[in-house]
């Protein structure tokens, strides 16, 4: 057997995010490497421990803030996968598709009642701005207006600079003018805390007058709140494992070459895009609730029981609607029929199972509420635009199980 590889993590445990990385690249490495692993408990901002200035190893995957930490790891010298950087000298190798996440931030808010839409970030890292500006691209295509918090923080190069009381204020005065019903989409759920703030002191019903929506999902701290945040779950997981994938590659090309400076200087053309998970509704969006309660009680059926064959007239029949009633009312708010959502959840439940098990494509068409296993795979294309096999080959490669 071969001597394990031994590969450097400086991936922050201090966020949701980087933990489900981590995740990530431990279920690619239980599948697929012999990987001995070296990490510690780290915050985002954190440099290299300087028990770590002269490590020696195969291979380093990292989300280094700064410039001087990126250095500090280039000295390594092995094979390295950047999953954050500087956006300019260094830049993310796998990164979460922004135009994906603002897509689905829009299509939430507009969703739940809110015809009004605007971002909110204090942070003006490159992430932040490519967060920003795929909101704006995306309501721009709809013909949309885009209410965007002009004060963004510019006086720091780190991705994630701390909160100040002197941005208290015009985030106050910014929601304060906003035209009401609206739904803000913060770039991240520390910022969303924020607006939540701004709303309690202006004495702004959420999610009456203005929705809240929030990213990368930190699930403690979502439900702490009150209203409960509602947040966009990144798909960090996936994030890791194909960060994981390109390292194995680098490492694997190294043998093949007689220089390790010349391997360390190799990147790919162009970064690799996930697409988030989804929204995780929770109270501060759910304005739905209050404009039409029967409707909203549709959404919570269908999303526990579409997985379990529910058809659309079992769910009028549970609302004591008529089916013709509950098509209309839904068609108003959501601009497709109950069948099509019952159908979209599945299809999502089927790319969680795709995602995260190795069963064979019968058994998820089953376990996600299709009668047939042809009818899985022809609804799974029409919303996907690939097969189920081509979805997780795109996440496990060749070798994925049919």
Known sequence: MTEPKQILLLVETSRVFGRDVIQGISRYAKE????LFHFEDRGINEGLPPSLKHWQGDGIIARSPTRPLAKAIGRLNCPVVELLGDGEVQTAEVRTDEQRTADLAIDH???QGFERLAFYSFANSWWSDARRDAFCENMSSRGLTAHVFPGAYKGSQLPYPTWRQSYERPLIQWVERL???????AVGDSQAIRVLEACRSLNVSVPAEVGILGTTNEHMICSLLSPSLSSIELNAVEVGYKAAAILDAKIRRQ???TSRRKTKSESPTSPVFVSPSGVVMRESTNRLAMIDPEI???VKIIERDAVHGLTVDELAEELLLSRSTLERRFRQYFHCSPSQQIHHVRVERAKMLLRETAWPVKLISEKSGFDLPENFVRYFKRLVGETPRQFRMRFYGENATQ
């Open 179 to 185: 035209p009401k019903p609206i739904g803000i989409w």
């Open 296 to 298: 909203d009680e549709a």
């Open 109 to 111: 808010l507009i969703k």
């Open 32 to 35: 697929r490497a012999n990987w």
């Open 255 to 257: 043998k093949t070459k």
